[in-house]
């Protein structure tokens, strides 16, 4: 079955970037959306079709998928920003999730 | 704005089935442009998607756990559901409902999801 991994944990200055890693098998020939989620709430699409932002999302949040890697940047990290960070692409016709990645800004 | 609601008992004994519902607002499910989905979380642990329906009743499962769910959807109440048999403590985890629009644009609407424990 297919796999997405990603690391468990990045930590940033306010104010750095930040990027945050999704791999899996020729990724790059799929589509990746990016979720954030901070404790006690839902998921929020912050990143889909591997570039694009929805509306509301502020501009410092920015992806790219080649090869085999899919990454989340976010630029100017604030505090704010500190959440749980998920990668999601599709396999076929199932949904396949990345482990997650903690962000700390400190 | 479409919004979603789960629905169902936050405990379920072991081996029973769990029973979830997730009420749509705002926007019509029988819209052929997505699909509805359930997806949980264990406690403290990454998401885990279950199935997905479209509005012809058509099922897309985790392979993982395709054995045990029966998800259906009901266009004249605007609901969704899920049953998951035989759970066990495993099974315990936040059940949030979504609405997914393709491969592309993912998984856009959440609902704020629903606590299930699972007793013994």
């Known amino acids: 079955s297919y796999e997405l991994t990603q690391p468990p944990s990045v930590s940033v200055s306010p104010g750095q970037a930040a990027s945050i890693t999704c791999s899996g098998d020729?990724?790059?020939?799929?589509?990746v959306c990016w979720y954030q989620q901070k404790p006690g709430q839902s998921p929020v699409l912050v990143i889909y079709?591997?570039?694009r932002r929805p509306s509301g999302i502020p501009e410092r949040f920015s992806g790219s998928n080649s090869g085999n890697t899919a990454t989340l940047t976010i630029s100017g990290t604030q505090t704010v920003d500190e959440a749980d960070y998920y990668c999601?692409?599709?396999?076929?016709?199932?949904?396949?999730f990345g482990g997650g990645t903690k962000l700390t800004v400190l | 704005q479409v919004q979603l609601l789960e629905s169902g008992p936050g405990l379920v004994k072991a081996s029973q089935t769990l029973s979830l519902t997730c009420t749509v607002s705002?926007?019509?499910?029988?819209?052929?442009?997505?699909?509805w989905s359930w997806i949980r979380q264990h406690p403290g642990k990454g998401l885990e998607w279950i199935a997905n329906?479209?509005?012809?009743?058509?099922?897309y499962h985790n392979p993982s756990l395709k054995r045990r769910v029966n998800m259906t959807i009901d266009t004249s109440k605007n609901l969704f559901s899920l049953k998951l048999s035989s759970v066990t403590a495993a099974d315990s985890a936040v059940y949030y409902c979504?609405?997914?629009?393709?491969?592309?644009?993912?998984?856009?609407?959440w609902g704020q999801g629903t606590t299930v424990t699972v007793s013994s």
């Open positions: 979504a609405r997914v629009i393709n491969s592309r644009e993912g998984v856009d609407v």
């Open positions: 705002g926007g019509s499910i029988s819209s052929g442009t997505y699909y």
């Open positions: 329906i479209n509005h012809r009743g058509a099922t």
């Open positions: 020729h990724l790059g020939d799929r589509y």
């Open positions: 079709q591997d570039f």
């Open positions: 999601l692409a599709w396999d076929t016709t199932t949904l396949i």
